[in-house]
């Protein structure tokens, strides 16, 4: 297992191929749903992602504040291999770049609805009245806080 902290000019063309692909695979193919995932976001934002066995395994990006919310928040979510613990690995990586990149105190996310109780389960706390739809699925705000 190889966990990969990078900021978007130091992400290979290759890496940076595997990572969309991946989020591509997952969120337009898979959930079939067509959105635009080249938001700009990206650019400025840490990917975070697992390897094993050469393979990206699991994929987040960690976002500063005021780029789409007002905390620091964590979006784009994939664990490839699901039921195997890489998704809660992700993200508690993704907790620790958030905190030791952009001094983050507090995390924002947009969850997908059916993900909630994992998100729970690494420290998340769905927000009262947080409920909306983002690309035709019914998303909640979540707050993870020290």
Same mark, same amino acid.
């Given at each position: 297992?190889?966990? #990969? #902290?990078?900021?978007f000019?130091? @992400? !290979?063309? &290759?890496? @940076?191929?595997?990572? %969309? *692909?991946?989020?591509s695979?997952? =969120?337009? /193919?898979?959930?079939?749903?067509?959105?635009?995932?080249?938001?700009?976001?990206? @650019?400025?934002?840490?990917?975070?992602y697992?390897?094993?066995?050469?393979?990206? #395994?699991? &994929? %987040?990006? /960690?976002i500063?504040?005021g780029?789409?919310?007002?905390?620091?928040?964590?979006?784009?979510? $994939?664990?490839? *291999?699901?039921? +195997?613990?890489?998704g809660?690995?992700?993200? @508690?990586?993704?907790?620790?770049?958030?905190?030791?990149? =952009?001094?983050?105190?507090?995390?924002?996310i947009?969850?997908?609805?059916?993900? #909630?109780? =994992? &998100?729970? !389960?690494?420290? =998340?706390?769905?927000?009262p009245?947080?409920?909306? $739809?983002?690309?035709?699925?019914?998303?909640?705000?979540?707050?993870? !806080? +020290?």
């Amino acid at each position: 297992m190889e966990v #990969v #902290v990078k900021k978007f000019e130091e @992400l !290979s063309n &290759y890496e @940076l191929y595997d990572i %969309l *692909r991946l989020r591509s695979t997952v =969120f337009v /193919v898979e959930q079939n749903c067509v959105y635009l995932d080249l938001d700009s976001v990206d @650019l400025n934002a840490y990917h975070v992602y697992i390897k094993d066995g050469g393979e990206i #395994v699991a &994929y %987040l990006r /960690v976002i500063d504040k005021g780029m789409r919310m007002e905390e620091v928040s964590i979006g784009r979510v $994939i664990s490839l *291999r699901r039921r +195997e613990g890489w998704g809660t690995k992700v993200m @508690l990586e993704g907790i620790r770049v958030a905190k030791e990149k =952009f001094g983050a105190k507090t995390i924002k996310i947009g969850a997908q609805e059916y993900a #909630v109780p =994992f &998100y729970e !389960s690494v420290g =998340f706390k769905a927000l009262p009245n947080g409920n909306y $739809i983002e690309d035709g699925q019914p998303h909640v705000y979540m707050l993870y !806080s +020290e």
